[in-house]
């Protein structure tokens, strides 16, 4: 998760996301037919001396998938952060080791954003962000409310250049 004790001194945060709720749709269908198969199974599992070990068996399998099918995807939208900060744009992801990356907005040069006809309807889309210097361009699928957080990031955008202005002018 975002930490705000990351931040520097005088640094707030603006905006914390997690990718899209979307994006846990197809684990969510495989959990259902995991659990519907399984329970289909074990029904059908004859009674008599192997019918404990089968049901132990097909109980296992349906956990094992359940985990690498739907568990592991949970976790990795929990754990993954789009945060906005009044001076970057700061990315977390992974669910054992942790990996991340800032964008200071003084270097972002351009923000835009997509999204079809699905993505209106569920309220989210691709982020695309331009940075000048050897990141080039950072594309964010999934954004929830992404014209609202593409609006937000250009206004912080703006508002770090006019802040930065501002203390060379007083300096």
Do not use: N
Request: glycine share 6%; hydrophobic share 50%.
């Amino acid at each position: 998760m975002a930490d705000d004790t990351e931040l520097s001194e005088g640094e707030h945060s603006v905006l914390t996301l997690h990718p899209h709720w979307k994006t846990l749709l197809r684990p969510a269908l495989i959990l259902m037919v995991v659990a519907a198969a399984a329970a289909a199974l074990l029904v059908v599992v004859p009674a008599g001396s192997y019918a404990a070990p089968a049901r132990i068996a097909v109980g296992a399998v349906a956990l094992v998938t359940a985990l690498v099918w739907f568990v592991v995807p949970f976790l990795r939208w929990q754990t993954t952060t789009y945060q906005l900060t009044s001076r970057r744009l700061r990315l977390r992801r992974g669910i054992l080791s942790r990996s991340g990356r800032d964008f200071p907005l003084i270097r972002i040069s351009d923000v835009s954003f997509s999204h079809g006809l699905i993505d209106r309807m569920l309220g989210c889309g691709q982020l695309v962000v331009e940075s000048a210097g050897e990141h080039g361009q950072l594309v964010l699928t999934e954004i929830p409310q992404v014209e609202q957080v593409q609006a937000t990031l250009f206004q912080l955008v703006e508002d770090e250049h006019a802040r930065l202005a501002r203390e060379e002018r007083e300096a």
